[in-house]
């Protein structure tokens, strides 16, 4: 069978096109819970880019996320983490469903984000740390954190003994870096 010249042309240029569609919708997502985040970052000290980074891992940017456990909305906050902002907030009668709500899921979550990221200011950075604690809990994050791993990042997630924690940690820290330059 014979192809015509124009579709074998036609064909490359229709696939580059739809690449450049995706991207395009891919970047307008990514680019879509901006404001949030920066309003949630501003609210609890952290840097915007880290948010987004922890966004971008725990639900890929889509608000109407649900995890296994209950997990709910951007940042997969569950009811426990929703309720502490909520009564640090001074909300009164908040229900867990509304952290499919944006805002409240970039507040609650980047509240208890800050909230892990303080029990680790002895080290070198709170951050991997805080990730860990964020993704596999605070007992966990005990366990991993003995000798030289205390203060020292490095060694830090070199014990974490998940490795599906120690891949969210490195995927939110370079994603975090990739976004530095969003909130410039």
Not at 137 to 143: A, D, F, L, S
Request: contains cysteine; positive net charge; aromatic residues 10%.
């Amino acid at each position: 069978m014979k192809v015509s010249r124009a579709i074998l042309l036609a064909v490359p240029l229709v696939i580059l096109l739809a690449s450049a569609v995706a991207w395009l919708r891919w970047l307008a997502l990514e680019r879509s819970q901006d404001e949030p985040i920066r309003a949630a970052a501003r609210r609890y000290g952290l840097d915007p880019a880290l948010v987004k980074a922890v966004v971008w891992r725990e639900s890929r940017f889509n608000p109407d996320a649900r995890g296994r456990a209950g997990e709910l909305g951007l940042m997969q906050i569950r009811d426990v983490a929703a309720g502490e902002w909520a009564d640090a907030e001074g909300i009164r009668g908040f229900e867990h469903s509304t952290c499919l709500d944006p805002r409240t899921n970039t507040m609650a979550g980047t509240h208890y984000l800050a909230k892990v990221m303080r029990r680790y200011t002895n080290a070198d950075s709170a951050i991997p740390y805080a990730l860990a604690d964020y993704n596999a809990g605070r007992r966990n994050v005990v366990r991993w954190n003995e000798g030289a791993a205390a203060t020292n990042s490095q060694a830090f997630i070199a014990q974490i003994g998940f490795p599906s924690t120690s891949n969210y940690v490195l995927a939110v820290m370079n994603r975090y870096q990739h976004y530095r330059g969003d909130f410039k």
